[in-house]
């Protein structure tokens, strides 16, 4: 696979800078894409030093046309790509009665439309090279419903369903499809995070500090997945064990353990339901 393009939003930082790394070290051309310009020169400084062809692009995956542009100046600079990954997200967390309408279409502008605007602009170069690779970044909060999470679940939940609908669309254009859904990692999401609770922000960076699993962990679940062309990326053992429960479980049986394990998160209003 050495000498492959690929080309990654919120690629400056976190999973989407270890992505970069990953693949910079098995000797791909690497173009990462971000709004923090500091962040982004010191990561194109470490690519850099890894391969002879990275690049970076400020990119906000809110505007087609920036991401256009991106598409222009890859085909230019390298005649194409070869995988493009969806990873630019943000966090929002808080009670559905507490969250405006104004942070619901700020996540859904960046973690939903971000992922469309990526694959809507990239899919007429990959149908005319005659092959790519999509890799959406997803979470498990798409694939379960953790409470006072409903905006960013419900982001999450359509990138996953954006991904598996795509994947049998543009199979017979020799165009791949993976969607990545991790749980609580070391990552920086924190930083984006917006809270109608303050304990909320404590509580994640809590969860995301503790977590056995890195950054780089995902990285190399996600290249590996690319080499064999792997559809769904879950990378967190009990993650995947709650999947399974949601799916082969009676509903009630499944939500009474959700909120079971999830109990500390709520808001103690009255009796726990049962």
């Not at 492959?4 to 970069?20: D, E, P, V, Y």
């Not at 990561?43 to 505007?63: F, I, N, Q, W």
């Not at 996953?160 to 859904?181: G, K």
Request: hydrophobic fraction near 45%; charge should be positive; charged fraction near 25%.
């Amino acid at each position: 696979m050495a000498g492959q393009r690929i080309f990654i939003t919120g690629g400056a930082s976190g999973l989407g800078k270890a992505l970069a790394l990953r693949f910079a070290r098995a000797g791909w051309k690497v173009c990462i894409a971000d709004l923090n310009d500091a962040r982004g020169a010191e990561t194109l400084k470490e690519l850099s030093a890894l391969g002879p062809d990275a690049h970076y692009l400020r990119c906000d995956v809110t505007r087609e046309e920036e991401l256009v542009s991106a598409a222009e100046a890859l085909t230019a600079r390298w005649g194409g790509v070869d995988v493009v990954v969806n990873n630019a997200g943000v966090a929002q967390a808080g009670a559905i009665e507490d969250v405006s309408i104004d942070n619901w279409r700020w996540i859904i502008d960046i973690n939903l439309l971000g992922v469309v605007r990526g694959c809507k602009v990239f899919t007429p170069l990959f149908k005319k090279q005659g092959h790519g690779h999509f890799v959406n970044v997803a979470s498990m909060a798409g694939l379960l419903d953790v409470p006072l999470m409903s905006s960013y679940n419900a982001t999450k939940a359509a990138v996953v369903s954006l991904s598996e609908t795509l994947q049998n669309e543009l199979a017979d254009a020799r165009i791949h499809v993976s969607v990545v859904c991790p749980s609580f990692f070391k990552t920086n999401l924190t930083d984006s995070l917006r809270t109608t609770d303050p304990t909320m922000g404590a509580t994640m960076a809590r969860l995301l500090e503790k977590s056995p699993i890195t950054a780089d962990d995902i990285a190399n679940d996600v290249f590996r997945a690319v080499e064999r062309r792997e559809f769904y990326i879950l990378p967190h053992e009990e993650g995947r064990k709650a999947w399974l429960m949601k799916r082969f479980l009676p509903r009630e049986v499944y939500a009474k353990v959700m909120r079971k394990r999830t109990a500390r998160m709520r808001p103690r209003t009255g009796p726990t339901p049962a």
